[in-house]
């Protein structure tokens, strides 16, 4: 299958390394390549990991025109407030029958339900594991293992820059100390302050409210406040008595309504959410059949992220 990405930072990197070291077993190749800094580069017979660039496609369309591809990867930065460029970068390859593999929670944080009847109607596979916990086989899980199941609620720590941050101000770093250090990790958005203002988390909440719990929700309803306000004293308070902080998103459907929230939560460290620490992500999901399930992922990297989009595309593959 011939494989077309829009944006090629590490995540895009370490799939395309991924592809590479496949190859035998899954012969899919990168033939098409568009990015904002670098411009754009094409091979009908395959991509090195290092392509030689050329000037950018005009529009996303005419990038896809020239691509020639059967998947489209859309591996963009977050923003976290429309979900754009990247919800018209889907659909326009959905508009040319193209199959969609999104590593950006933006759009499904903000149009899934609408998405997901475009890709119906296109006849085409829209697929997104990579949006909450790398390659965790969340949204996986529960379509393929968990029929007749409801999905009464959840709740987790689901940004590693917050804990990375939090950890850091525990010793007695500042702030700005434990942002440089997820970034130089690579775990940092784009813009920090999406992850410490808590907006990252608000988007895989409302991701995951509207892939779990037909929610039609979006990230500004979510009840959102990061950690930019805790300070190392707080934390050091906390610690001697045996206890910490951890960014935690909440949903939950009530009687009348869906609720949602993301906040720093002081936690004793024996409770199963303080074991998310660096980059490790933790969620726990509420059903109706069978109780509570809980995923961690102990301490991932952009691999992890890239092995979420590989096993998309498998799954894409065996379906069509």
């Known amino acids: 299958m011939n494989l077309a990405l829009i944006g090629y930072g590490s995540v895009g990197k370490a799939f395309a390394r991924l592809l590479h070291k496949k190859q035998s077993q899954y012969p ?8 904002a800094r670098h411009g754009a580069a094409y091979h009908p017979h395959g991509l090195p ?9 005009p529009s996303i369309g005419e990038f896809l025109d020239k691509a020639q591809a059967e998947v489209v990867f859309e591996v963009t ?8 460029p990247a919800l018209s970068h889907i659909r326009a390859a959905f508009a040319r029958g193209l199959h969609v593999v999104t590593a950006n929670k933006g759009p499904i944080a903000h149009a899934y339900e609408d998405l997901r009847s475009e890709a119906l109607r296109a006849g085409v596979q829209l697929r997104f594991e990579s949006i909450v916990m790398d390659g965790a086989p969340v949204f996986n899980l529960v379509r ?5 199941v409801r999905i009464l609620g ?6 590693s820059t917050t804990n990375i ?4 101000m525990e010793q007695g770093q500042s702030l700005e100390d434990g942002i440089r250090l997820a970034q130089k990790i690579g775990v940092a958005e784009a813009d920090a302050a999406f992850d410490i203002d808590g907006w990252d988390a608000a988007a895989k909440t409302a991701a995951l409210a509207n892939v779990l719990m037909n929610a039609r929700t979006n990230p500004l309803l979510v009840d959102t406040k990061g950690i930019r306000r805790l300070t190392p004293e707080k934390l050091a308070e906390l610690k001697p008595k045996g206890k910490t902080i951890r960014l935690v998103s909440r949903a939950h459907q009530g009687k009348e309504a869906l609720k949602m929230r993301v906040r720093a939560e002081v936690l004793d460290l024996t409770e199963p959410l303080a074991l998310a620490r660096g980059t490790s992500n933790l969620l726990r999901i509420e059903t ?12 991932p990297g952009v691999e992890q992220t890239a092995y979420g989009l590989f096993s998309d595309l498998v799954d894409i593959a065996r379906a069509i």
Request: negative net charge.
């Open 77 to 84: 930065t977050l923003n976290p407030a429309t979900g754009e």
């Open 154 to 159: 959840f709740h987790g720590v689901l940004n």
């Open 49 to 57: 990991i290092d392509p030689p660039w050329g000037p950018p496609a």
């Open 28 to 35: 899919f190749r990168i033939v098409a390549i568009q990015t």
């Open 165 to 168: 941050v939090l950890e850091a």
């Open 288 to 299: 109706d059949l069978m109780g509570t399930l809980g995923i961690l992922e102990s301490d």
């Open 144 to 148: 393929e293992t968990l029929p007749g």
